[in-house]
């Protein structure tokens, strides 16, 4: 079965804090994907990465980075938390040129920030 | 840029169907997504459609797009209350992001 781990379910930060968001894919996916999710506001793209070391911002990057040093791990910074960013972030992968088939989700990761 | 719209609520009775609609607006989408997430949970695609059939029927579900109109449905024969969860609409072409839709919550009343 193809995994999309994250390793932190949930998580409640300070804010101005920094935290990090791990997400690891087992299925050797060139793509890679942060989104957070919001009620009424659904599904909106942070950052994605198509390889190793590169990144693209999505819709909404301000407040947030990511790294991608291997090729298996996509992780989500939030270099100074702030109470906007308590929301459910979800990675997600999928094979280099392939359609919305593929695209496995992680379980998702809750941060609340106080 | 794309857009995906969705009602953001749906309730029905067990037993009946059900069905969410969805309109987009990017007409060189390729396909055309219906994702389900149940509660505490990531993202399950459930179906999807090419962008030049008008329907896909896959046991309980039937996916009907209307791309002159660029609208999309997911139906749901004799829904079930496993089958509460929020419904997301997805639209894609090539290898940039889904574009997803807010997400419709389906509630079934036993």
């Known amino acids: 079965d193809v995994k999309v781990t994250q390793s932190s379910r949930y998580l409640v930060k300070r804010t101005g804090e920094k935290v990090f968001l791990e997400c690891v894919q087992d299925m050797d996916h060139e793509n890679m994907f942060w989104y957070r999710q919001d009620p009424g506001l659904g599904l909106r793209l942070i950052y994605f990465s198509y390889d190793v070391k590169m990144k693209e911002k999505g819709d909404i990057p301000e407040g947030y980075s990511v790294s991608r040093e291997k090729k298996e791990r996509f992780s989500l910074i939030l270099e100074s938390a702030s109470t906007n960013q308590t929301s459910m972030y979800l990675c997600a992968s999928t094979r280099q040129g392939a359609l919305g088939n593929t695209i496995y989700f992680g379980e998702g990761s809750w941060l609340t920030v106080v | 840029g794309e857009d995906v719209e969705q009602s953001l609520f749906l309730s029905v009775r067990e037993g009946d169907s059900s069905v969410i609609n969805c309109t987009y607006t990017?007409?060189?989408?390729?396909?055309l997504y219906w994702y389900k997430q149940e509660p505490g949970a990531g993202l399950q695609l459930l179906t999807y459609?090419?962008?030049?059939?008008d329907m896909k029927q896959d046991q309980r579900l039937t996916v009907l797009l209307n791309k002159k109109d660029k609208h999309l449905s997911l139906r749901i024969a004799d829904t079930q209350t496993g089958d509460s969860a929020i419904y997301f609409c997805?639209?894609?072409?090539?290898?940039?992001?889904?574009?997803f839709g807010k997400g419709t919550r389906l509630s079934v009343i036993a």
């Open positions: 990017d007409s060189s989408s390729t396909y």
């Open positions: 997805a639209e894609g072409s090539g290898n940039t992001p889904l574009v």
């Open positions: 459609i090419f962008s030049n059939m």
